[in-house]
């Protein structure tokens, strides 16, 4: 099985931007699809956007379109989430996740393996 550990994030101002890092260890994400998930507080869990194990295909939340960017390296190693033209309302603790689902997938029921989290917070 695969150990996915995220990391990047902090306090950054509104109007900023911050890159995430999923790290695999224990084997590649080659067979996997990464996701990234948030969850404010008070708040429900939410996808916010995903890579395919080929990385031919992503899907993002409607959300954070066309301000994050999520990509993978070519190593298979490691999973990038730019996020730029942060809002306040961005601020919540991200979670990488990864899955043997072949698509990029959105429900976090699909995803196996999880990273601990890592806070963003933007302030205004």
């Known amino acids: 099985q695969v150990q996915v550990r995220d990391s990047g994030g902090g306090l950054v101002q509104a109007g900023g931007s911050l890159r995430l890092s999923c790290a695999a260890s224990?084997?590649?994400?080659?067979?996997?699809?990464v996701g990234w998930f948030r969850q404010a507080p008070g708040k429900e869990r939410e996808f916010v956007a995903a890579?395919?194990?080929?990385?031919?295909?992503?899907n993002y939340a409607d959300s954070v379109k066309g301000r994050f960017t999520i990509s993978r390296d070519s190593a298979k190693v490691t999973v990038y989430l730019q996020m730029n033209s942060l809002k306040s309302e961005d601020t919540a603790v991200y979670y990488c996740?990864?899955?043997?689902?072949?698509?990029?997938?959105?429900?976090?029921?699909?995803?196996?393996?999880w990273g601990q989290g890592t806070q963003v917070t933007v302030s205004t």
């Open positions: 224990g084997r590649t994400f080659r067979r996997y699809t």
């Open positions: 890579i395919g194990w080929n990385g031919g295909s992503t």
């Open positions: 996740a990864a899955s043997s689902a072949l698509g990029a997938v959105s429900k976090s029921d699909d995803y196996d393996y």
